[in-house]
């Protein structure tokens, strides 16, 4: 399929592209010659969406606000300016005005208005105003407010009427909505306008108002609840503190344990006293003879009694010393006592009696006063274990108060940081409440001129229009048609060679008898020059052979035409030329001849019969046949058919079979088993359908002897050759 048979198509058509076009224009004149004047009228509303000026509290806030986000913003607005709700408010307004004003109405009063009573227009502007006052639709379900809803439509007032010329959108990037009427008056126009501004800003603001007035009631409320929760936990905390006696646990358990590190500290030292007053006292006993030891037992007896109970007095002194964390009040008491000890020691060192060995008398006091210090030491570890125990006890108890408090100050800060996270979003939904953007129409519309008249741009497009569209079917008739016009098409979808083709004969119904008369020469001249490319291509496949069979795929597609004018064309090269009429179905080419020799005699099995045949150069003889339901090999058996084949290859020079279609099955097929090559006329502007597909696999099986397709009947140019 090429672009340049399109083109044809169209020069085709050209009358018909140009007059059909021509026409609609001639019927569009009155119409449009009728239409009214257009008047529009416009409005702009500033949004402050991106308005920085109107962002003054808010700015940080906006400053990384998405082009997406913005969009959507607009979006919005401008479809809640196209709800059915904000279109009623404008057909109320409308019709309100031309019940009110019947004399000088908006539109021309339709039937329906027209035949209103003036009670009937009383209680219509009753509703009508009702409705617009409580931003109301007309319930269909009621009778009258359903007659009423037919009533705006039959004046075109109702939504989708008004929604047909009526244009809402944003000035390019800026904070601007605008909005345009278009209709045959410019009152209405500018009424749709602004009663559509006025009522949309009134309903938005509301909207807004209500939704603030609501967020910021419920922050306060949620606020007052938070602020309840942070007051009960914290009062809890203090009730348990109170409850258990805890003041400051971390002050305590500090303090707790800083007393427990010094006893241990002191538990230390007194451990390591001892020790050393054992090494010491265990020195100056083995300093000492048994005759000595008795004696000073024996002597000092009685002052080691006093000694022994001024030690049990210091040591329940310093015990109570150690108790009170080292109390100053007891202090002077341990002192006294320990004076009073080292006296009582000095008077045992004094008065006891020795003998003469009296260098040891300094050894005696220094034991006497080691093993005081060391029974001072041992006591003092026994009151410290004693204090460490009871501060390792009130330590632990202040564990579970610790996790008890704890848990509390955890719970405190989460409702702490509710409470400020809902105070600063009360705070904020409060400002952002007082000074919320207003929408404001900027622009009222006012009544315009009319627009310039497009009458004339309309027949210009109506005109165009029609021309496409009358191009758009030419063009779908030609993408639709898959019909085979050209050679290459056909060579292309079937995959078997072609031999050429031959135009299409200019009459209804050419005459065989006539076809070659010297008045036809001139119609002729072209299908003789393609007959001759035809005529040469096939003697290139002949190769020496002479027998062709000359077919086709379905009936009347011109093979008995080519097959006569071949021989005809063989004829004129002085060639012996037989044209054998092979279709018993259908025998025109007999019919159109009348000729003396038949096949049913030639090829039939008769050795008392002789058949005397016409053998002249330059002439074309004929065999015909009688027709009827007979094939070929019911005639004659193949074999001697094959003979009388050869005996007419013998005596002729160019042997033409004119068979049946293929779809006459074997009729044409036993034909073709004598032919050297089979050539197959396929009609041009005819399609290859499902039905072509077991011939096309029978040509394609023939091999060799399958010479090539003639496309018959084609509208070519002679250069397409």
């Known amino acids: 399929m090429e672009i340049g048979n399109f083109f044809k198509l169209l020069k085709k058509y050209f009358l018909i592209i140009i007059l059909v076009p021509v026409l609609a224009v001639i019927g569009a004149v009155f119409p449009i010659k009728n239409l009214p004047d257009n008047y529009t009228s416009h409005a702009q509303i500033a949004t402050g969406i991106v308005d920085a000026s109107r962002h003054l509290l808010d700015k940080d806030a906006n400053v990384n606000v998405q082009e997406q986000q913005i969009l959507s913003e607009f979006s919005n607005l401008m479809a809640i300016m196209k709800l059915k709700k904000m279109l009623n408010q404008v057909s109320y307004t409308l019709i309100i005005h031309d019940l009110k004003n019947p004399n000088a109405p908006f539109s021309k009063p339709s039937k329906l208005l027209a035949e209103m009573h003036d009670?009937?227009?009383?209680?219509?502007?009753?509703?009508?105003?009702?409705?617009?006052?409580?931003?109301?639709?007309?319930?269909?379900?009621n009778k009258q407010e359903a007659g009423l809803n037919d009533l705006l439509r039959s004046m075109k007032y109702d939504d989708v009427s008004l929604r047909k010329d009526l244009l809402i959108f944003r000035d390019d990037e800026s904070d601007f909505i605008s909005v345009s009427y278009?209709?045959?008056?410019?009152?209405?126009?500018?009424?749709?306008?602004?009663?559509?501004?006025?009522?949309?800003?009134?309903?938005?603001?509301?909207?807004?108002k209500k939704n603030e007035?609501?967020?910021?009631?419920f922050l306060s409320d949620l606020l007052l609840q938070k602020r309840k929760a942070l007051s009960d936990k914290t009062a809890q905390l203090q009730q348990y503190k109170i409850d258990n006696g805890v003041i400051n646990l971390d002050e305590q358990s500090k303090e707790i344990f800083s007393q427990i590190m010094v006893y241990n500290t002191k538990k230390q030292e007194a451990e390591k006293d001892i020790a050393s007053y054992e090494g010491a006292l265990k020195n100056i006993d083995n300093k000492f003879n048994p005759d000595d030891r008795k004696y000073l037992e024996s002597t000092v007896s009685k002052f080691n009694q006093a000694i022994t109970s001024t030690q049990d007095q210091l040591h329940v002194m310093q015990n109570k010393y150690i108790r009170s964390n080292y109390n100053p009040v007891?202090?002077?008491?341990?002192?006294?006592?320990?004076?009073?000890?080292?006296?009582?020691?000095?008077?045992?060192?004094?008065?006891?009696?020795?003998?003469?060995?009296?260098h040891v008398d300094d050894l005696v006091k220094q034991k006497l006063t080691l093993e005081v210090s060391r029974d001072l030491a041992k006591y003092s570890i026994k009151s410290i274990n004693d204090e460490v125990a009871d501060l390792n006890a009130k330590f632990n108890r202040l564990?579970?108060?610790?996790?008890?408090?704890?848990?509390?100050?955890?719970?405190?800060?989460?409702?702490?940081?509710?409470?400020?996270?809902?105070?600063?979003?009360?705070?904020?939904?409060?400002?952002?409440?007082?000074?919320?953007?207003?929408?404001?129409?900027?622009?009222?519309?006012?009544?315009?001129?009319a627009q310039p008249s497009k009458r004339i741009l309309l027949l210009a497009l109506t005109f165009i229009l029609t021309s496409f569209v009358c191009v758009f079917v030419l063009f779908m008739m030609f993408y639709l048609d898959d019909t085979i016009k050209e050679p290459a098409t056909l060579v292309n979808k079937t995959q078997l060679p072609l031999l050429g083709y031959l135009n299409k004969i200019p009459g209804v119904s050419p005459d065989l008898r006539k076809l070659w008369d010297?008045?036809?020469?001139?119609?002729?001249?072209?299908?003789?020059?393609?007959?001759?490319?035809?005529?040469?291509?096939?003697?290139?496949?002949?190769?020496?052979?002479?027998?062709?069979?000359?077919?086709?795929?379905?009936?009347n597609e011109g093979k008995t035409l080519f097959a006569t004018s071949l021989a005809y064309s063989y004829s004129m090269i002085n060639k012996k030329v037989l044209l054998i009429d092979g279709n018993f179905d259908k025998p025109d080419l007999t019919q159109a001849t009348h000729p003396t020799m038949y096949?049913?005699?030639?090829?039939?099995?008769?050795?008392?019969?002789?058949?005397?045949?016409?053998?002249?150069?330059?002439?074309?003889?004929?065999?015909?046949?009688?027709?009827g339901d007979v094939t070929l090999l019911e005639i004659g058996e193949e074999?001697?058919?094959?003979?009388?084949?050869?005996?007419?290859?013998?005596?002729?020079?160019?042997?033409?079979?004119?068979?049946?279609?293929?779809?006459?099955?074997?009729?044409?097929?036993?034909?073709?088993?004598?032919?050297?090559?089979?050539?197959?006329?396929?009609?041009?502007?005819?399609?290859?359908?499902?039905?072509?597909?077991?011939?096309?696999?029978?040509?394609?099986?023939?091999?060799?002897?399958?010479?090539?397709?003639?496309?018959?009947?084609?509208?070519?140019?002679?250069?397409?050759?």
Not at 182 to 208: E, G, K, R
Not at 213 to 217: E, F, L, R
Request: with cysteine; proline share 3%; glycine share 4%.
């Open 182 to 208: 278009d209709s045959a008056n410019p009152q209405l126009s500018a009424t749709v306008v602004n009663t559509l501004c006025t009522q949309f800003i009134s309903y938005y603001t509301q909207t807004v």
């Open 213 to 217: 007035s609501n967020a910021v009631q």
């Open 599 to 627: 096949l049913e005699d030639y090829f039939k099995n008769n050795p008392y019969y002789d058949y005397t045949l016409e053998v002249n150069s330059g002439t074309a003889a004929v065999f015909g046949n009688h027709g």
């Open 399 to 449: 564990v579970p108060f610790d996790a008890k408090v704890k848990t509390y100050n955890f719970d405190i800060d989460i409702a702490s940081k509710e409470y400020l996270d809902v105070l600063n979003k009360y705070n904020e939904t409060n400002l952002k409440s007082n000074f919320s953007i207003k929408l404001i129409q900027v622009e009222i519309a006012a009544p315009e001129a």
């Open 639 to 721: 074999g001697f058919v094959k003979t009388r084949f050869d005996d007419l290859t013998s005596k002729y020079d160019i042997i033409i079979i004119d068979t049946a279609a293929l779809s006459a099955l074997n009729k044409s097929k036993e034909w073709l088993l004598f032919a050297n090559k089979t050539v197959v006329i396929f009609e041009a502007n005819k399609e290859l359908t499902n039905a072509h597909k077991p011939h096309l696999a029978f040509l394609k099986s023939m091999g060799n002897k399958f010479g090539g397709w003639v496309l018959n009947k084609a509208s070519l140019d002679k250069k397409k050759r």
């Open 119 to 141: 009670y009937e227009r009383e209680a219509a502007l009753k509703i009508f105003e009702s409705k617009f006052n409580n931003l109301e639709a007309l319930s269909l379900y």
């Open 518 to 555: 010297v008045e036809n020469r001139d119609k002729m001249q072209q299908f003789k020059e393609l007959l001759r490319s035809v005529r040469f291509e096939i003697d290139q496949e002949l190769r020496g052979e002479k027998i062709i069979a000359v077919t086709s795929m379905g009936p």
């Open 330 to 358: 007891y202090k002077p008491t341990v002192d006294s006592l320990q004076k009073e000890l080292a006296s009582q020691i000095n008077q045992s060192s004094d008065k006891y009696s020795t003998n003469p060995l009296t």
